[in-house]
């Protein structure tokens, strides 16, 4: 008998592909139109698991379709091989990180050969290859140039854990990203990439991105880009040269500003600090110290208590000349804005947290329960609950009630201000600081510039020397790249200076402008620089003359279609689209976003959790594979449910996919016409389903509906059986037909059972190339009569129905179509009578 073994057709197949490499993309005159399908290429921290099975899974759904519809698809892979795991696995193991890296990626090598997703193998890279990191120094030399790579000295984001710095991204709720331990702030030089100079583009450009990237994703960058509007006010101080800028989004309420807030490990507080008595400079010393070891989200938090030193120095506002008392406060963050704040304690509730705390004045500048035109007031509520009627009430009293007025309102006590609403307040106060010369509009990112440089040694080495008489020297171009020294020998041991710099051989160098005795940057860098452009590096991977090739980004770039964990929906995405803004900016790009759509999957968990071998629950990728065989296992992955939705292994049968298979595999053995039969003659109702599939399946798959897509094949099959046991029989044109469709759209899920069929169908591989059939239209028109609608025996009107159309459903549109509503008027209907689907007679009396 027949019987469908998945593992002999795997065999039968792998090396069939392999000589016919059929996924290799950009031939030489190929003439067909192009797409870019990507997935989030892999770390290779072991073997590929059930995640990378279901995110390449859909990455290859994406590809094997466009291919279908006549595309020349690029799908390449390559390994984000540099990071902190390789270089603790081996410190554990006292190995080279570098051995257990290439082991790892031959191991998932092998294992997405079985895996069969349609690769270009030719572009394969690694990051840590020096043929691949020596293009990530020459993009940090030229953003050198631009000064958009910089180093400066400041309070840097620390693990104490992995000993190494951290970018603020990589900080998640104070705590480190990668091990989990709390974050401490560390006074240390560092280098950056100056994000914030593209603030409003990486937040204008993801209006681009509406509609093509998951929403969540789109305003999780929007959150993370943070920007705000208002004004920079300048203070001066008593005593002292100069103006001290403050930014706030509410420069209508300037008048109420009480006192002002210096974030206590700012350089301005300490040099307030420096001058005031013993007395305050101990007590400053001391809360500086206790505050060092705080997270920002600790210090933001507005339901902790408010702590503070008074300086005993006083600044000046602008606008009414008022001496405002100086306090040194956590509450405020010495990296956003100015690091100082006018304090507002009437209108902002952290102000008035810290004024109740130091009994410090609160003066009301918005009268919330004045209406505003336009504006429906927020109606207050009384300690009891109650409402207060808003009419001719005073306003509230922050002070006393402990909440801040952070409503709209008409501005008092403000002098040119009053009576303004607080939108033309805010406009007016800038007005009237910018004809003074004492403030301007100002806007503000939460966005900070990106750190880069990391004190570990399994990354792209920072191409810089530093000498004593020159200061920083970049490395040539000619000297790229600077190549990672052997491992051996070094002790990769975190402690908090990189490993690098300790191999001596390597980082005394001659420097590069005087010749005299310099030294190595010892950093390296942020493995997401690696990832921020290796979507570039795969148009021409092979090419040892420049990252990229303009001509070739122009032809492929941007990404069409990537794919890949919404994990990445803030760092990685963001830093890729700023360096495409960047390589826009030099000239080499011609467009300013990298990635056209994104396809986030959902996890693929157990029992309704995540899989881990601490709990014991995981699904190994390799054994399910062993056990079902590759094209069960896609199948089971795509029918799931939508790619977006996490699938629970629990749920699934990859049993009952392998028999789908088995059926469909089965009908391409049953088949009796030849391919030259003429279709026209098969039978008409499974023609229709094999049509509308054809039909709808292109829509379907763009919408990432994959598990339709399935559900319709299985279908078909259901329906091509169907036909040869007790219908025209296996030897109809549409059974044949049937059959091909089958194969043709199976090979986005089962590609080895596709190509099979493809084989006992009579033809020669590779299925993959075969173009899209053209649904034929006279197959998907829903016939339609037309029935005619009476009123008393006079034809009134006529609707376009379908044939099946219940009695109920044709009186319910005859009694709402316009021509019968007319003509009954205010008559009392006593009689219909439906003939579905061709006639409706309405019997009227009045
Ligand atoms: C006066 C004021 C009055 C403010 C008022 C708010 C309400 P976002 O929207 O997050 O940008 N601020 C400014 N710099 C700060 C810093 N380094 N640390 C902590 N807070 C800081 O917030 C801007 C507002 O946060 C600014 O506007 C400032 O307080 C405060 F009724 O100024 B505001
Ligand atoms: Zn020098």
Request: with cysteine; glycine share 8%; charged share 25%.
């Amino acid at each position: 008998p027949d019987v469908y073994d998945f593992a002999a057709i795997q065999a039968k197949w792998l090396p069939v592909w392999d000589e016919l490499d059929p996924f290799r993309a950009g031939r030489e005159g190929d003439t067909r139109p192009r797409k870019y399908v990507l997935d989030m290429f892999p770390y290779p921290s072991g073997d590929l698991h059930m995640g990378h099975a279901e995110a390449f899974g859909f990455g290859d759904i994406a590809a094997r379709y466009w291919r279908h519809q006549g595309f020349d698809v690029l799908h390449p892979i390559g390994w984000d091989s540099f990071g902190l795991p390789a270089e603790n696995a081996a410190i554990k193991r006292g190995t080279d990180p570098r051995t257990w890296t290439y082991a790892n990626i031959e191991q998932q090598k092998r294992s997405f050969r079985q895996y069969a997703p349609s690769f270009d193998w030719s572009r394969e890279l690694h990051t840590s290859d020096p043929e691949y990191y020596k293009w990530n120094q020459w993009l940090f030399l030229k953003m050198y140039e631009q000064g958009i790579a910089y180093r400066k000295a400041g309070q840097v984001n620390w693990c104490p854990n992995d000993q190494t710095v951290l970018a603020n991204e990589q900080v998640v709720d104070g705590h480190c990203e990668r091990c989990g331990a709390v974050v401490t702030k560390k006074a240390l030089t560092q280098w950056y990439f100056r994000v914030t100079d593209y603030g409003d583009r990486l937040l204008d450009d993801l209006n681009q991105l509406e509609g093509a990237w998951p929403s969540k994703v789109v305003s999780m960058q929007r959150n993370w880009i943070g920007r705000s509007s208002g004004a920079d006010v300048e203070f001066e101080i008593e005593g002292r040269e100069g103006r001290v800028p403050v930014f706030t989004t509410r420069p209508d309420t300037l008048y109420g500003a009480t006192f002002m807030v210096v974030a206590v490990d700012s350089d301005l507080a300490a040099e307030l600090a420096s001058g005031a008595s013993d007395e305050v400079r101990r007590r400053f010393d001391d809360y500086l110290d206790s505050v060092r070891a705080e997270s920002d989200i600790d210090r933001l938090a507005t339901d902790r208590p408010k702590s503070g030193v008074f300086l005993e120095r006083y600044a000046i506002n602008p606008l009414n000349g008022e001496r405002l008392p100086i306090w040194a406060s956590d509450y405020v963050l010495a990296d956003y804005g100015h690091g100082a704040i006018m304090a507002v304690p009437a209108h902002d509730q952290r102000d008035l947290d810290f004024a109740r705390a130091f009994e410090l004045p609160v003066r009301v500048v918005v009268d919330t329960n004045a209406p505003v035109t336009g504006v429906i007031p927020v109606i207050p509520l009384d300690e009891d609950g109650n409402p207060y009627v808003p009419d001719d009430l005073p306003p509230l009293d922050p002070a006393s009630t402990g909440v801040a007025l952070t409503g709209d309102g008409r501005l008092i006590n403000s002098g040119p201000l009053d009576g303004l609403s607080k939108q033309n307040a805010i406009r007016r106060a800038i007005e009237i600081l910018e004809e003074r010369g004492t403030g301007r509009a100002a806007k503000n990112f939460r966005l900070r510039d990106w750190l880069i440089s990391r004190q570990r040694f399994w990354g792209t080495p920072i191409p810089i020397i530093h000498c004593a008489d020159c200061g920083e020297v970049p490395v040539p171009q000619e000297d790229l790249p600077v190549r990672l020294p052997d491992a051996a020998g070094l002790d990769l041991k975190p402690k908090g200076q990189s490993p690098l710099g300790a191999a001596e051989d390597w980082v005394n160098v001659a420097c590069p402008n005087c010749g005299g005795a310099a030294k190595r940057d010892s950093d390296t860098m942020d493995t997401f620089v690696d990832s921020s452009w290796y979507y570039l590096r795969y148009l021409n991977a092979a090419d040892d003359t420049q990252a990229f090739d303009p001509a070739q980004a122009e032809k492929w770039a941007p990404v069409d279609q990537y794919v890949g964990g919404v994990e990445h929906a803030i760092l990685h995405l963001l830093y890729a689209r700023f360096v495409t803004k960047v390589l826009f900016d030099l000239g080499y790009l011609s467009f300013t976003e990298p990635f056209t759509s994104l396809l986030n999957q959902g996890m693929v968990l157990m029992d309704g959790s995540k899989m881990s071998k601490s709990k014991g629950n995981l699904v190994e990728f390799a054994s399910e594979l062993a056990a079902h065989g590759t094209d069960a296992l896609r199948v089971t992955l795509a029918f799931a449910g939508p790619p977006e939705d996490d699938i629970d292994w629990a749920d699934v049968s990859p049993t009952g996919s392998a028999k789908f298979l088995a059926r469909a595999w089965r009908i391409s053995g049953e088949v009796t016409s030849n391919p030259d039969v003429e279709w026209k003659s098969g039978d008409a109702s499974l023609r229709r389903i094999t049509h509308r599939l054809l039909a709808d399946a292109p829509a379907l798959a763009e919408a990432y509906k994959f598990n339709v897509i399935v559900a319709r094949l299985m279908e078909l099959v259901n329906a091509t059986r169907k036909a040869i046991d007790s219908g025209p029989g296996a030897g109809d044109a549409a059974v044949r037909e049937a059959a091909e469709v089958t194969a043709m759209i199976l090979d986005l899920f089962a590609p080895y059972t596709a190509e099979d069929m493809w084989q006992r169908l009579g033809y020669k591989p590779t299925v993959a190339l075969v173009p899209w059939r053209k649904a034929d239209r006279a197959l998907l028109v829903e016939e339609s009569v037309t029935a005619i609608l009476q009123v008393d025996g006079k034809v009134r009107d006529r609707v376009e129905v379908s044939p099946k159309i219940s009695a109920d459903e044709l009186e319910r549109i005859a009694r709402s179509t316009a021509g019968v509503v007319r003509a009954v008027g205010d008559r009392e209907i006593v009689n219909v009578i439906v003939r579905a689907p061709k006639l409706v007679n309405i019997a009227t009396r009045g």
